[in-house]
């Protein structure tokens, strides 16, 4: 805006406070209303929206017949309060008011926000006060909508009486995953729609259902107040052992890209009539991550832990890894044209040339950073992962390279700062940012720093000014409760599930079209064989499980297809840690072969392979043996075979971390079990001339060995982050399976070794009796073997970046 328009701007707004005859004669174009939750709407005539507080001290100003919120209580209109100009230039405006204790604020990045209620708690307020926090981490698990949009207008409500008015950015992970059943919401019927998790939309090969999550999620999320999503994951997944890979569009830069690319596309471009508006009512800032990919670990461990540290590239294959991020969210083809935050990655980058960087995990790599800021020319906001600066021994930290407990967290920040980062994930408290303030100062003077500060505040105001949130914070709480998860969201969430499960086996066609009639029919009788889950404990979240028999199935939705019968589990035989009964590995007594007989096929429910610890805690190291094998089959596996590694790729603090000879551990290794015995069933059905089909229904993470498997099974289905009730629409004919394999199912685990870590679908794959491949974009449908334009188009090799 020119000089001379504020200056007329201004001289308006000063009239109208020297008095009442020549403020009345300003048009007002503009109408208020009180809403019943509390807050004052304001809709400007061909313009903004704006929604406020009466009691928090901001007032309305009236500049050319528009409403303008006098954020700052100036009595003027300040660029930054100007809503017809750009994000850009509020931004500037506004950083440079910022104290530095203001824009350290900005840079901080709450810890989780767990069991909201309708009010905030002191340390909440303390959080936006004090330590001037103004990206607030939702992680709550229990919140309904009303009260999680209840606490979205207290929030807004007290950040708005508060200096500069700077609204909450509020984020939140991934919330729609429908086998983890709605975590973050527990209304069943109304919480968010449900879709297959990021491994499962990529088995659909189809970006524009992408896109259609995006659009529905973002929009799901802005009606709970979430601006920001701390999404989509998009490493590419190229070693199958890695725990993270059901977050991830699989192993295919390809395919990965084009998910990736709509996805974010969907999420920060709202549509209008069919146009692209860009930035808008229902659109979220989309934060890729995890720059420049973490899916390299090595040999599948998982940069959370120490242990899996060190990221690989056997295979030279860095570049590649990039694929996603520089051809899919760095260049979207909507009007928002890139992701406007980016996750940097837990991993240090090895390279025995020091080609990949300094060894320091990417959050500190002035190589990493600095890759995206200058070949990619990316301006928009970098944030660390959780607990990068975090001091070891103080809880969860994840300081790779920095992990001196005689730093202080202040040099951590510091060293982040230097290398490119705006923001710290996991961090309430602004001390250490000031700290690092001081250290630039002392080695760059006042003035550089002071610049860089609001280098990153511009950044950080931006994502918040491109939400509208500046004008308009606050929730609609019966428009919430109403939307949310409408039917029309469910069942679009719900065909994607359909179309991601992926029959890899239909042996004579047991899974095929349903009768006309089938409405009709009696119900099927279903042996549905228990499954038993040892103990297991989270230690960095206190997370603790005791062992149990279980229904490997959600019995409510089974129970409106088939009749379930099952086996009994005997009283308890010993207790856990607490006291309480627990089951143990014998208390079950397996249903007869000759009751199972009278079924009409087993349904054999099963996860993957699942090994012993978690990404927290030491997932492929055992204190007592040190390194262990990740393995992706049920029975036991020693990896001694020719392609294991003798010694460890990243050896840099002189210690191996090879695992040759050791043996894996498997948790959930009984899951096999349950298929084990529906086959021993069928061959008792067979004695008397009886057909019983063995059908398994894979509840799958990543790939797995399926030797072990399918021998046994008639058919197979398998799903990514689905509901139940898809896999059942599917086994009983109500709709044809789409779905293809997003990443390779290796023949072994010799092939598993002998995959490198970096290297996109260079696996042996699995063949089943029947003679089909479990490759990458390989699926069956009631016909037999897809071949579509989606298997052509990403069928072909790999697309490797250079």
């Given at each position: 805006m020119t000089k001379k328009r504020y200056i007329a701007l201004t001289?308006?707004?000063?009239?109208?406070?020297?008095?009442?005859?020549?403020?009345?004669?300003?048009?007002?174009?503009?109408?208020?209303?009180?809403?019943?939750?509390?807050?004052?709407?304001?809709?400007?005539?061909?313009?903004?929206?704006?929604?406020?507080?009466?009691?928090?001290?901001v007032k309305i100003l009236t500049v050319d017949g528009k409403a303008f919120k006098d954020m700052n209580r100036n009595g003027k209109l300040d660029p930054y309060e100007d809503w017809r100009l750009t994000p850009e230039e509020r931004a500037k405006d506004l950083a440079s008011q910022l104290s530095t204790e203001d824009i350290a604020g900005l840079m901080l990045y709450s810890a989780h926000q767990r069991n909201l209620q309708t009010e905030l708690n002191d340390e909440q307020k303390k959080m936006l006060k004090e330590d001037h926090v103004r990206t607030v981490l939702n992680a709550d698990n229990t919140a309904t909508v009303e009260t999680t949009a209840k606490w979205n207008n207290a929030l807004q409500s007290y950040a708005e009486s508060l200096p500069f008015a700077i609204p909450a950015n509020t984020s939140s992970d991934p919330r729609s995953d429908a086998r983890a059943n709605g975590v973050y919401l527990k209304e069943v019927k109304k919480g968010v729609s449900r879709w297959p998790n990021n491994l499962g939309l990529a088995a659909t090969f189809d970006p524009q259902i992408a896109r259609q999550f995006g659009e529905i999620s973002s929009k799901e999320f802005r009606l709970l107040g979430i601006g920001t999503g701390l999404s989509p994951q998009i490493d590419l997944a190229t070693d199958p052992r890695w725990t993270r890979d059901y977050g991830t569009f699989g192993e295919d830069p390809a395919l990965s890209r084009d998910m990736a690319q709509a996805t974010m596309d969907g999420a920060q471009s709202t549509q209008e009539n069919g146009k692209d508006k860009g930035w808008g009512k229902y659109s979220i800032n989309a934060m890729m991550k995890h720059w420049p990919g973490d899916g390299v670990g090595e040999s599948g461990r998982e940069a959370h832990s120490k242990y899996g540290k060190y990221a690989v590239y056997p295979g030279d294959n860095f570049q590649t890894q990039l694929t996603p991020f520089a051809l899919g969210g760095l260049k979207l083809p909507g009007k928002t044209k890139e992701a406007s935050a980016v996750m940097a990655s837990y991993?240090?980058?090895?390279?025995?040339?020091?080609?990949?960087?300094?060894?320091?995990?990417?959050?500190?790599?002035?190589?990493?950073?600095?890759?995206?800021r200058n070949k990619y020319h990316y301006d928009g906001v970098i944030c660390t992962d959780w607990c990068v600066t975090r001091t070891p021994g103080k809880g969860l930290s994840t300081a790779w390279g920095y992990e001196d407990t005689n730093l202080t967290e202040g040099y951590r920040h510091y060293q982040a700062l230097m290398a490119g980062v705006d923001q710290f994930g996991g961090n309430n408290d602004k001390v250490p940012v000031l700290e690092a303030y001081d250290m630039g100062v002392k080695e760059h003077g006042k003035k550089w720093m002071d610049e860089r500060f609001q280098?990153?505040?511009?950044?950080?105001?931006?994502?918040?000014?491109?939400?509208?949130?500046?004008?308009?914070?606050?929730?609609?709480?019966?428009?919430?409760?109403?939307?949310?998860?409408?039917?029309?969201?469910?069942?679009?969430?719900?065909?994607?599930?359909?179309?991601?499960?992926?029959?890899?086996?239909?042996?004579?066609?047991?899974?095929?079209?349903?009768?006309?009639?089938?409405?009709?029919?009696?119900?099927?009788?279903?042996?549905?064989?228990?499954?038993?889950?040892?103990?297991?404990?989270?230690?960095?979240?206190?997370?603790?499980t005791p062992a149990h028999w279980s229904l490997p199935i959600d019995e409510a939705a089974a129970s409106e297809y088939f009749n379930i019968v099952t086996d009994t589990v005997k009283a308890p035989s010993d207790v856990d840690r607490d006291g309480k009964p627990m089951a143990a590995a014998g208390d079950i007594e397996r249903l007869a072969p000759e009751a199972v007989a009278k079924a009409d096929f087993v349904l054999a429910a099963i996860d993957n392979p699942t090994n012993k610890g978690n990404q927290f805690d030491g997932l492929g190291y055992d204190p007592a043996v040190g390194y262990i094998p990740l393995s992706l089959q049920y029975g036991t596996y020693t990896a001694d075979g020719a392609h294991v590694r003798r010694h460890s790729i990243a050896h840099d603090e002189g210690e191996d971390r090879s695992y040759y000879g050791k043996t894996a551990e498997i948790i959930n290794s009984t899951d096999l079990d349950s298929v084990t015995y529906g086959r021993k069933c069928a061959d008792v059905a067979a004695q008397s001339g009886k057909k019983l089909p063995v059908i398994t229904m894979v509840h799958a993470l990543k790939p797995m060995v399926f030797s072990e498997v399918e021998p046994l099974s008639d058919a197979i289905l398998v799903g990514y982050g689905v509901s139940d009730t898809a896999y059942f629409d599917i086994l009983m004919g109500n709709f044809e399976p789409q779905g293809l394999l997003p990443m390779q199912q290796p023949k072994d685990m010799d092939a598993v070794e002998a995959q490198k870590e970096d290297v996109p679908r260079d696996m042996a794959c699995y063949t089943d009796s029947e003679g089909h491949t479990y490759d990458f974009a390989y699926g069956l449908n009631w016909k037999g073997v897809i071949k579509d334009a989606r298997a052509a188009k990403y069928g072909v090799p790999a697309l490797h970046v250079k």
């Open positions: 001289a308006a707004v000063l009239c109208g406070l020297m008095g009442s005859q020549c403020f009345a004669a300003e048009q007002k174009d503009y109408t208020e209303t009180q809403t019943a939750d509390g807050w004052t709407r304001v809709e400007n005539k061909d313009g903004a929206t704006l929604g406020y507080k009466k009691d928090s001290g991993s240090i980058a090895w390279s025995e040339d020091g080609s990949l960087g300094d060894k320091v995990g990417s959050a500190y790599s002035k190589f990493k950073i600095g890759l995206l280098t990153s505040a511009k950044r950080l105001l931006k994502n918040i000014f491109q939400l509208g949130l500046f004008e308009n914070p606050y929730l609609d709480v019966a428009e919430s409760v109403r939307e949310v998860g409408n039917d029309a969201d469910m069942q679009a969430g719900y065909t994607a599930q359909l179309k991601s499960i992926v029959m890899l086996k239909n042996k004579d066609g047991v899974i095929h079209k349903a009768a006309k009639n089938a409405q009709n029919a009696q119900k099927p009788t279903v042996y549905v064989p228990m499954i038993f889950r040892p103990a297991t404990e989270v230690k960095a979240f206190k997370i603790y």
